[in-house]
Every structure is written in structure tokens, then in C-alpha cells.
């Protein structure tokens, strides 16, 4: 009876898997058979199978795969073995493949004896980047065999896949290297394999090449022999247990640097042969981050080795495989005369990101794409975390709240997203790589291990990883890991200890007894948006009400309810008050609550430190006192919860709450200012209102806002040294603050840096400047033709990322629209400026007034281009259209916008940047119409 069933089900599964295959789909995507090889049979057979996502009755377990990269030629073949595991009867496998040419496919049982003694017949499905292989014999459900599969292609043009990169060494010659970037669904670009991260299988790499070249992967080697015509073959241990995204290979004739940790792994920095001396910096922080994590997580980094390598051409920042993690230049190579404290600070974040996802990503893995938070917000949290740890002097912990800043900023308009969204195709997947899963992601967990306290946070993190090592998991599994964290000791000996652990003693001060931490949790990944919480004194009281903080749309606005219906977040609220050192909690899950504070409080700050993911207004004169405080008595709050009032402020400014004059008073204090962090989010604030004013035709407040922003900041522009000298801090203030002040024109500045830039030029661009005030320097020097020249020629030839990257920047200053047009140009050729450069170059020319219309134009002229090169939903693209229009604040340019993303509408209907384009001119324009007037009546007001 059962079997007889079983046959039932086994026998309808398969009727439906052929008959799923649905005729819009096969009008719009025809199944092609493999062009080269005997396709006996083949003629009648069409793709088997419909959706986007392979089925789930074959498990691939092994890869055994042969590569043999052509770097001559710039043409790859290889060969892949994949054993599977069947668990449904059938006669197709269906697996990814893009862009590869199939020669031969084969299949074969668990004792090696062919299926069929034909090659079997391949279909192609192109645009859902698969293959089916037919089989004519069954393969049956609990048996194991193996795909056998030779392939060929070109080594891609662009950054994915398995992609070509040059570099030049200082004679001259241009040297080839091949490299791989698989995130999320380019493995299937280098060789046909399931390219989905649930199907973690064990791989086994060998790599053909010749002798002058070396070969990596994400294992060490075990043997490498002579296979003749001169060539050697290197041969990788077996990986452990992992998904395709993160295999990896690079062949090169790079040299590297090696060190070891206290646990033994071996931990190398490649570079190309002329920059291994910047590689020192990058290979101390390697060791003592996996120290570091290894500890944090008390689970052993897996792998006998690490290696991290500068990849010349690269478009990301850098990227976790597991065991050769890959780097843009900037991203790891630090250059003590060239590189500026903030370069420091990156390379290390950004090795501390890409180590921590060899835990949160590699070990453990999100199910699918709708939750590539769980790999990202958690990976650049712990950059905090662990350089917090391993280089204290760095300060790291003034950079968080600029996560969760840029986070608000973009919640905050009505086309975010959840953390956890639903992501289909490569489009969709690559867009989920935003600053949703980062930043939110991030400031998110920072909410929840506040809540929750460092330690059961961490172990909670700590069982989760466990738990799930080698496997996927779900964000009810993170919220299962937090909620029990019992020991490893309770667990076994069967202890109940939920209620007696830590985590349920730190919820009772929030929330009694009945804490819901998935519940809470949902209220933050599920939904979109950032609360508003509003907070009013009532005698002893202090009332409470939540909304939906939304920056372009105002309460009086006929949309305003419909886009606040349904919204409710579970906050777990802190606040200070002048009356007690403590901070008070609070958990509100209602849309409006009390709390009892006492009559004899003055002032309350909500949101201590903001440790909580939610923007603060302070109704009925709660700014003025704010205000007041600040002015009388600045440090009674700490740097951070001044850094968010003044965010806070300026957030309510945009979203029409408080008026512009209201914020502009409230960081009137900063005169008194001493802390770098609150200084920065003061001067950034009005920064951002110069650059949106200087691009419009309002010669009059664009002028007296500079001069307001001078003679406010002048006696702290007036200490500055132009050195590199003092603490991590003061580094950095320094050249925010100098930068903008020759930006402004102001005399004192310029002078000196015109100075600074003639000895420069004098030395023929051999002398090495303060590497902090570096790019103030250059972009002063590049307003002069000759000073231009000068820099185009040392970028051409500096064997120095950090360098090159400070002089691009100083290029687009330029007020030339010619010499902008012509880096623009360089840009698209891809010469003497790298394609990898060419977004953020266009990002920096818009920032430009003489270049916004400039850059613009560009875009829109070379956008299939840039399509073609970037694809469409890369973070390339995102930046190329939000950094060209994010400047734009005018109905007319509104409407240009509108009409460009009509011509492009298929693209455009496919991109989530299109709308965050339009919400934010639409932002822009309403500031305008809302505060200009404002603006200019309080600058009279200052002269
Ligand atoms: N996993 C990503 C790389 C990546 C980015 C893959 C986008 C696919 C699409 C990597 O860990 C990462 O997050 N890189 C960042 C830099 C990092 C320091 C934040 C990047 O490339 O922007
Ligand atoms: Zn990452």
C-alpha cells in the first residue's frame, strides 16, 4: 500500500514538473539545444522545467572541477564532476549555466559506468541562466551519481564570473591576471553548478597554468604536477562544506607576505609584484582580526589558511570567499606616505567585514537572497565590534551612528523596503545588496544587543553559529539562538533555562514577563520604514505616540494617512533625565503610551546614545529646551546624544516637523563644542544645504551661507595644523574641516594650500604631503591648468591606490567643464581611469556645480553603456542615479528625471534606485519651497 502510494505521488510529481513548463514561458524564453553536440533525440525535448529556482530533488554533494584559464588567449575550458543526490525519479538535471559553451555532458553511477554510452542532450533556458541534462535512463531517487560536464568560454570583459584584470608595472608592460566574483549569481558564469546558497556541497579545484603564474583558491594546495606542454596543474585540498557564491580562484604572478595566528593559520596578503610593500599593514590586521573572531565566536576559523588579495580591477569594495577573500586595492593595501588616517580606517573595517562573514555567511548561511541581511547587517556590525577590540585607537565607535544615519535617511522615503524582501531573479537579488541589509541590518542588531546586553547577545550569536555551521538559516533561527541562551552544559544536562537565563533578566526591565522577541524582532525586518516617536510633558507624564517617519510627506498631506496605516513598531525605548544618572527603559508596542517621570524633571532626552532605531521630536518648545540645554550645559548630554539631536533636528527640518531657524539654533551651541563627532554632524549639516544651494541660481544666500559657515567655524578652522599629526580624531577633523574651507573659498586656506601644492609640483610630485590634508591640497592645486596637468600625469603613473584616489577627486574639482568632460571620457574608456572607478568618478563630477549637468548629460547619453558594463541592478548603477540627480531640487529637473526614467522605462521598472532617485528630488524640491525664505531671512538675520 505505501509503495503503491508512494509510486502515485512519485508518478504525478513528475507529470507536473514537465507540464509546469508553461507556453508564455517558452514563447518569451525558447529552449535552445547545446549547438555543439550530438543532439540525437533532443529535437523534441523542451526544457523541463519553469521557475526561477532549481528543484529541490537533486542535491549536488561534491565538485570536482578542472580549470585551465588561457591568459594568452583570454579563454578558459574546464570540466566539472558533481555528485549528486537523486531523491526523486527522473530523467533531467537542471542546473545553472550562463554564457558557458557545453561540449559534453555525461552521467554516471556511483561505480563509474556511463548511463548511456551517448553524450547526452543539453537545453538551454538563457534567460533563467539554466541547463537541463537528459538523461534516457532514469535516475532514481535515493541513488548518488555523477554530472560530467566540459565547458568553455571567454574569461568575461566585466567584474563577475570568472573576469580578466591587467596592470602595469613601472616599465611599462601590461600584465594579465584572471580572477573570479561569484556574489550572488555569477558561479554559474565560470562553470555549470547549482547556484543557489542552500546548496552547500564540498569542492575540489584544480587550476592548469604556466609556471611564471601562481594559483589560489580558497584552500591551500596539496600537490601540483607537470601535465605537459610546459604546463604544471595545482591541485586544492577538498573545501569544506560551503555554497557556490563562495568559490574563488585567481591566477596571477602576484607576491604576497605571510604570517601566522595563535591558532596556526597561515594568513597571506597577494599583491601585484611592485606593491607588496603596502601590504604589512593589511597582513597585521588579518592576523589579529581571526584571533579575534576566533575568540569572539569560540568557534575555530575552519580553513588551514587565509588569503587576501588586491585585485587591480575590482568593482565592489572586497568580497568573503571563504579562504581567498578579494579586495579592491584601496580596500587593502595601505601605503604609510600616500595613505590618510580615514584609508586606515577602512582597510581595516573592511578586513574586519570580510573575516567576520567567513562566520556569519560562510559558516552559517542565509536560506535565500530575502535575507542577505543576515550575512551583511551582521558583517558590518561586527566591523564595529571587532575593531572596536582589536584597535581601540581608532575610535570606531564614532563612525556607528552614521550607519544608523544613513539608514534613517534612506527608510525614511517612501521607497524603502523591508530588511527582508522578497528576490527573485539576479536583478532583484543584486539590489537586495543595499543600505537596508547593511545599515539598517546593522543598527538593528546594535538595538538588539543593547536590549538584550552584550553578553547573551553574544551568546546568543555564539549558538546560533553553532548550531547552524555548514548549513542555511532563517531569521526565526537567529531569534530561537537569542531568546535560549542557555549553555551548551544546561542544554545537555536538560536545565530549563529560559526563564532563570540573563536574557529574559534584561527583558523583564523592558517588557515583564511576556517578552516576544520574535514578535518585537518582526516589527523591525518585516516592515519598512523608521518610527517616529513624538514625545510631549504632561505634568508628571511624559506622552508618547509613534508614526511612520517619512521625509517627503507631511502630516498635512492628503497621502500622509494612507502611508502611515498599518505601521506599528515594538521600540524598546531608553531615556535620560536631568533628575537621575540612570538610563530608564521603557518597551512601548502601541501607538501611543505614557510614562510617569515625575514633576520635578526638566528636560528628557529619548533615545539614549541612540542604542534605538527610531527619530525623536520633541513637541510643544521640547526643542527649545534642548536648545537651552546645549547652550548652558552641552555636556550633560553625551557626544552621541548631541551627534542625534542634531541629525534628528535637521530630519525634521526635511520632513516639515520643525522649522529650519529652529534647527539652525539648536547647533548655535556648537561655538562651545570641543568633540569631534557633534562638530562634524553640525558642519555637515550645513554643508549639505551649501551644496544643494551653490547648484542653483542663488548667487545672494549661497554667498552669505558661506560666509555664516566661515566666521562660525572660523576659530576652529584657525587651530588646524596642516600635518598628520594628533589623535585619530583630530585627524579626522582636521581635514573635513579644511577641505571644506578651501571649498569656500576662504582666503587663509587657500593660501596655504596653494603653497603646499607649489613645493609639490616643485619636487615634480615626489615630495609627500600630510597624507589627511592630501586631497585638500590637490583639489586646490587642480584649479590651475598646469596643476591639473601635473596631477593627470602622477595619477597615470602612481603605483599608490590611496594616491590616485585623492587626485581623481582633486581632478573633478575643477571648475573647467572641459576638463571635467574629458575625465568623464577617460571614465568610459577605461584606460588611464579604470571602469572600477568610473561610478564613484561620475558621483564626484555631479558633486561639482560647474559638473551636475555635466555628469547628468552623460548618463543619460552613455546609459546602455554603463548597463552593459555594470549591469543593471549593481550598487554601480544605484550610485551612477542617485549621485547624478541627488542634487537636483527643482520641479523642472523633477520633471527631466521623470521624462529620462519614461524612455528607460523597462530598466527603470526593474530598479529600486529609479524611486529612491525621485523621492529624493522630490525631497529636495519640497526643502526648497519650505525653507529657502527661512534660510535667507535667518542669514540676514546672523550679518
Ligand atoms: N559580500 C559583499 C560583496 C558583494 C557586494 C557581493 C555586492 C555582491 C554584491 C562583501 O562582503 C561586501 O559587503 N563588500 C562591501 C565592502 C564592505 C567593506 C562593506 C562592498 O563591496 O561594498
Ligand atoms: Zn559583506
Excluded at 4 to 15: A, E, I, K, M, Y
Excluded at 90 to 98: F, G, I
Excluded at 687 to 710: C, P, S, W
Excluded at 820 to 845: A, N, P, Y
Aim: hydrophobic share 40%.
Amino acid at each position: 500500500m505505501m509503495a503503491l502510494l508512494g509510486l502515485l505521488v512519485l508518478s504525478l510529481f513528475h507529470v507536473s514538473l514537465v507540464g509546469s513548463h508553461t507556453s508564455s514561458q517558452h514563447a518569451s524564453s525558447p529552449a535552445q539545444p547545446a549547438g555543439e553536440q550530438s543532439s540525437e533525440g533532443s529535437d523534441n525535448l523542451s526544457f523541463p522545467w519553469s521557475r526561477l529556482r532549481l528543484p529541490r530533488y537533486i542535491i549536488p554533494l561534491h565538485y570536482d572541477l578542472h580549470l585551465h584559464p588561457n591568459l594568452t588567449s583570454l579563454s578558459f575550458t574546464g570540466s566539472v564532476q558533481i555528485q549528486i543526490d537523486v531523491q526523486n525519479n527522473t530523467n533531467w538535471v537542471v542546473l545553472h549555466s550562463k554564457g558557458l559553451k557545453i561540449s559534453k555532458a555525461t552521467i554516471m553511477d556511483q561505480n563509474l559506468t556511463h548511463l548511456s554510452d551517448k553524450v547526452l542532450p543539453v537545453l538551454h533556458h538563457p534567460s533563467h541562466e539554466q541547463i537541463g541534462i537528459f538523461s534516457p535512463r532514469v535516475l532514481s531517487s535515493g541513488r548518488k551519481y555523477f554530472l560530467c560536464i566540459e565547458f568553455g568560454a571567454e574569461l568575461a570583459e566585466g567584474f563577475y564570473g570568472f573576469y580578466k584584470s591587467t596592470y602595469r608595472t613601472s616599465t611599462g608592460e601590461t600584465r594579465t591576471l584572471a580572477s573570479t566574483h561569484f556574489e550572488p549569481t555569477s558561479a554559474r558564469m565560470a562553470f555549470p553548478c547549482f547556484d543557489e546558497p542552500s546548496f552547500k556541497a564540498n569542492f575540489t579545484v584544480r587550476i592548469k597554468r604556466n609556471p611564471e603564474f601562481i594559483s589560489l583558491s580558497n584552500m591551500p594546495i596539496v600537490k601540483t604536477v607537470e601535465v605537459g606542454d610546459g604546463l604544471l596543474e595545482d591541485q586544492f585540498d577538498v573545501s569544506v562544506k560551503m555554497s557556490t557564491y563562495l568559490v574563488a580562484f585567481v591566477v596571477c604572478d602576484f607576491k604576497s607576505v605571510t604570517a601566522t595566528t595563535s591558532s596556526g593559520v597561515q594568513v597571506s596578503i597577494y599583491a601585484s609584484p611592485e606593491k607588496w610593500q603596502q601590504t604589512s599593514y593589511a597582513l597585521e590586521v588579518a592576523v589579529k582580526m581571526l584571533d579575534f573572531y576566533d575568540e569572539y565566536f569560540n568557534i575555530h576559523y575552519p580553513l588551514p589558511k587565509q588569503d587576501l588579495i588586491a585585485i587591480p580591477d575590482f568593482e565592489s569594495g572586497a568580497m568573503e570567499n571563504w579562504g581567498l577573500t578579494t579586495y579592491r586595492e584601496t580596500s587593502l593595501l595601505y601605503d604609510p606616505l600616500t595613505s590618510s588616517i580615514s584609508d586606515k580606517l577602512w582597510i581595516t573595517m573592511v578586513i574586519g567585514h570580510e573575516l567576520a562573514h567567513q562566520w556569519f555567511g560562510n559558516l552559517v548561511t542565509m536560506e535565500w537572497w530575502n535575507d542577505i541581511w543576515l550575512n551583511e547587517g551582521f558583517a558590518r556590525y561586527m566591523e564595529y565590534i571587532s575593531v572596536e577590540a582589536t584597535y581601540p585607537d581608532l575610535k570606531v565607535e564614532e563612525y556607528l551612528l552614521h550607519t544608523c544615519f544613513a539608514a534613517v535617511g534612506s527608510d525614511s522615503l517612501n521607497s524603502s523596503r523591508p530588511i527582508s524582501s522578497p528576490a527573485e531573479n539576479p536583478t532583484q537579488i543584486t539590489q537586495m545588496f543595499d543600505t537596508a541589509s547593511y545599515d539598517k541590518g546593522a543598527c538593528v542588531l546594535h538595538m538588539l544587543r543593547h536590549f538584550l546586553t552584550d553578553d547573551v547577545f553574544q551568546r546568543g550569536i555564539v549558538r546560533y553559529l553553532r548550531k547552524y555551521s555548514y548549513k542555511n538559516a532563517l531569521n526565526q533561527d537567529l531569534w530561537d539562538s537569542l531568546a535560549n541562551t542557555c549553555s551548551e552544559e544546561d542544554f545537555i544536562s536538560g536545565k530549563h533555562c529560559y526563564s532563570s537565563s540573563q536574557a529574559s533578566k534584561n527583558a523583564y526591565l523592558f517588557a515583564g514577563e511576556h517578552l516576544d522577541l520574535t514578535a518585537m524582532m518582526n516589527t523591525w525586518i518585516l516592515q519598512k520604514g523608521v518610527p517616529l516617536v513624538t514625545v510631549t510633558r504632561k505634568g508628571p507624564h511624559l506622552l508618547l505616540r509613534q508614526d511612520r517617519f517619512l521625509r517627503t510627506v507631511l502630516p498635512s498631506d492628503p497621502l500622509w494617512s494612507s502611508l502611515q496605516k498599518g505601521f506599528l513598531w515594538h521600540i524598546p525605548l531608553t531615556y535620560k533625565t536631568d533628575a537621575s544618572n540612570t538610563i530608564h527603559r521603557h518597551l512601548m508596542t502601541t501607538q501611543t503610551d505614557s510614562i510617569h517621570i515625575g514633576e520635578e524633571v526638566s528636560w528628557v532626552k529619548v533615545n539614549t546614545d541612540m542604542t534605538g532605531y527610531y527619530v525623536v521630536h520633541y513637541e510643544d518648545g521640547g526643542w527649545d529646551k534642548m536648545t537651552k540645554l546645549l547652550r548652558q550645559n552641552h555636556t550633560a548630554l553625551s557626544y552621541k546624544d548631541r551627534t542625534q539631536l542634531i541629525h534628528n533636528a535637521f530630519q525634521l527640518v526635511t520632513a516639515g516637523h520643525l522649522s529650519l531657524d529652529k534647527g539652525l539654533d539648536l547647533i548655535g551651541y556648537l561655538q562651545l563644542e570641543t568633540h569631534n563627532v557633534p562638530l562634524l554632524q553640525g558642519l555637515g549639516s550645513l554643508q549639505a544645504f551649501y551644496h544643494m544651494i551653490e547648484k542653483r541660481n542663488e548667487i545672494d544666500v549661497t554667498r552669505k551661507l558661506r560666509m555664516h559657515i566661515l566666521r562660525f567655524f572660523r576659530v576652529v578652522i584657525d587651530q588646524q595644523t596642516w600635518s598628520d599629526g594628533g589623535s585619530v580624531s583630530e585627524r579626522r577633523l582636521r581635514s573635513e574641516l579644511l577641505s571644506l574651507a578651501c571649498h569656500l573659498d576662504d582666503p587663509p586656506c587657500l593660501e596655504r594650500a596653494r603653497q603646499s601644492f607649489k613645493h609639490w609640483l616643485q619636487s615634480k610630485g615626489t615630495l609627500n604631503l600630510p597624507t589627511d590634508v592630501a586631497t585638500t591640497v590637490f583639489s586646490v592645486g587642480a584649479q590651475e591648468d598646469r596643476g591639473w596637468a601635473s596631477l593627470l600625469h602622477t595619477y597615470n603613473i602612481s603605483s599608490s591606490a590611496a594616491q590616485k584616489s585623492k587626485i581623481l577627486f582633486a581632478l573633478t574639482c575643477s571648475r573647467d567643464t572641459n576638463k571635467l568632460h574629458r575625465l568623464l571620457e577617460l571614465g568610459l574608456e577605461g584606460k588611464v581611469i579604470r571602469s572600477q572607478d568610473l561610478s564613484s568618478l561620475i558621483f564626484m563630477v555631479a558633486r561639482n556645480p560647474q559638473g551636475h549637468r555635466l555628469a547628468w548629460n552623460f548618463v543619460k547619453k552613455n546609459w546602455d553603456t554603463l548597463v552593459q558594463r555594470f549591469q543593471l541592478g549593481s550598487s554601480c548603477i544605484r550610485s551612477i542615479i542617485i549621485g547624478t540627480t541627488g542634487h537636483f531640487s527643482s520641479p523642472e529637473e523633477l520633471a527631466e528625471v521623470q521624462l529620462f526614467f519614461e524612455s528607460i522605462k523597462e530598466q527603470a521598472s526593474q530598479l529600486r534606485a529609479t524611486q529612491v532617485a525621485l523621492d529624493n528630488v522630490q525631497k529636495n524640491v519640497r526643502w526648497f519651497q519650505r525653507n529657502l525664505e527661512t534660510l535667507r531671512n535667518w542669514l540676514n538675520q546672523q550679518m
